[in-house]
């Protein structure tokens, strides 16, 4: 049985899925106008372990995550610019080019960090009818309102607004952060924008004929859309940042409840935030830390995946240089060890391979206690039972962490062989001037002579060289040879 921690009810639950055969998942995906920073890619991660999660535990499962493409605004409260527009206008390119641009880099960012790409990946301007077909119903149902050529979600007809009480703060705080100017049109200070129409209309640059005049979606709606289009009427899990719990999924509920007349999602996840030492990680503060700067600066992506499996989604994660140079040894270290255990030895014990996939098991179905699962990697290694069944246990639960634990380990164990001296191997070294294939085959032939006690032709050889030029030094395990 999975526990996963459920941040509507503010409690660790049981997961039950409404449908036994097939968890329905929806992931916020990233707004793609610039590059993803490795704060918003840890909650990526542990979303991704998420999924495998729940596929290790047996489950079937459908993840869709939308690509947010438009109508996202500099706040997310609806007011500033455009996201895409300021993406387009700062790198002098179209609003698709900088989408498919940021698109592409950001799957690209997630291969490096081994996180599966999702079932369903859907681009929000995809769906527009949806968005309108939504959009309506909301209105016929007393809902939405149109004000100032803008169509808005009335949050006073619901009997329940907030439902992550515990960031009901963030409210304040979007406010003071982003210096946001009340929209005079709203009837409540947290009514949100379903469709824009005059607001921000002069220069967005993708727009679409609707019921209300010619405009564009609010980035709350897409997300109800896409997750409804794909998944249907029901949700299981819906994951995000926690970032996103308000007003992002506040408003998702409000609008998909409203619309569906009933309950739209069972469990919400959330991922904490990456912090530096100054606070919250975010593009305009500090460094913008990216995968692609992890990689100039000498560290495999998996090294970060790692150091955010070491602790928990639902902590403050504090990411520092120093940090992540531990991770370094700790997964450089893991990866010697496994290189040293001997593939081939014995034959997989059953049992033994049971005992600790149940540890394993255990950790994920903890809410996902991603620190414990690694340690339940040191104590496959340490273990007592042969190394082909370590090895089969440590490549299973790569499934879930993926750390290519496996890969890995099978590159350092070869890049050790090449280096370490092959007992029986004859190497012929060149001392002086080029290196000459000829006479390293001769000097092989004499070496084959002597191991055949035929001491004549290996003199003969010899002579031949040194007639040549070539004098053969003998050394341990070879032979070096230079030029007189
Ligand atoms: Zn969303």
Avoid at 450 to 468: H, P, Q, S, T
């Amino acid at each position: 049985m999975i526990k996963l921690y459920n941040t509507a009810t503010r409690t660790r639950e049981d997961f039950i899925p409404n449908h036994p055969d097939i968890v329905k998942m929806y992931t916020c995906g990233p707004t793609v106008y610039h590059f993803a920073h490795i704060g918003n890619l840890r909650s990526y991660i542990m979303e991704d372990i998420l999924e495998k999660s729940l596929r290790y535990h047996g489950y079937n499962v459908k993840r869709v995550m939308n690509i947010t493409d438009v109508g996202h605004l500099a706040s997310d409260a609806d007011t500033g610019e455009d996201k895409m527009l300021k993406g387009a206008k700062r790198e002098n390119k179209s609003v698709m080019e900088i989408a498919k641009f940021y698109t592409d880099a950001f799957f690209e960012d997630c291969r490096k960090l081994n996180i599966k790409r999702p079932d369903v990946v859907e681009p929000a301007t995809n769906c527009i009818d949806d968005y309108i077909h939504i959009i309506e119903t909301l209105i016929e149902k007393g809902y939405a309102y149109a004000a100032g050529g803008n169509i808005y979600f009335d949050v006073s007809k619901l009997k329940q607004y907030y439902i992550f009480n515990d960031f009901s703060e963030d409210d304040l705080e979007v406010g003071v952060r982003e210096g946001v100017t009340e929209d005079s049109n709203k009837k409540n200070k947290n009514d949100f924008v379903l469709w824009f129409t005059k607001s921000k209309f002069e220069d967005q640059a993708l727009k679409w004929d609707s019921p209300w005049g010619v405009g564009y979606p609010g980035w709350h709606i897409e997300c109800s859309g896409i997750s409804m289009k794909h998944l249907g009427e029901d949700l299981d899990i819906h994951c995000g940042g926690i970032d996103n719990a308000f007003p992002h999924h506040t408003n998702e509920i409000a609008q998909s409840e409203a619309y569906l007349g009933h309950k739209w999602c069972n469990y919400w996840m959330h991922v904490h935030h990456l912090n530096t030492n100054s606070g919250k990680m975010s593009k305009s503060k500090g460094e913008f830390l990216t995968v692609s700067l992890l990689e100039e600066k000498g560290y495999d992506p998996l090294v970060y995946r790692l150091f955010c499996l070491q602790s928990h989604y639902r902590k403050n994660l504090v990411f520092s240089w120093e940090n992540l140079d531990n991770a370094v040894v700790t997964y450089n270290k893991l990866i010697a060890k496994i290189a040293a255990l001997k593939p081939g030895e014995g034959e997989v014990d059953g049992a033994a391979f049971d005992e600790l996939k149940a540890k394993f098991l255990e950790a994920l179905g903890n809410d996902l206690n991603t620190a414990l699962a690694v340690t339940a990697v040191y104590d496959v290694l340490k273990a007592k039972t042969n190394d082909t069944t370590k090895l089969a246990v440590l490549d299973d639960f790569d499934k879930v962490l993926g750390l290519d634990l496996i890969k890995k380990a099978e590159a350092k164990r070869k890049e050790l062989a090449a280096a370490a001296p092959k007992t029986g191997e004859f190497t012929v070294i060149c001392e002086s001037g080029e290196p000459d294939a000829e006479v390293e085959a001769q000097i092989r032939a004499r070496q084959d002579a002597k191991k055949a006690k035929n001491f004549a032709e290996a003199d003969r050889i010899r002579d031949e060289l040194k007639a040549k030029g070539v004098e053969i030094i003998d050394i341990a395990g070879g032979a070096k040879y230079k030029r007189l």
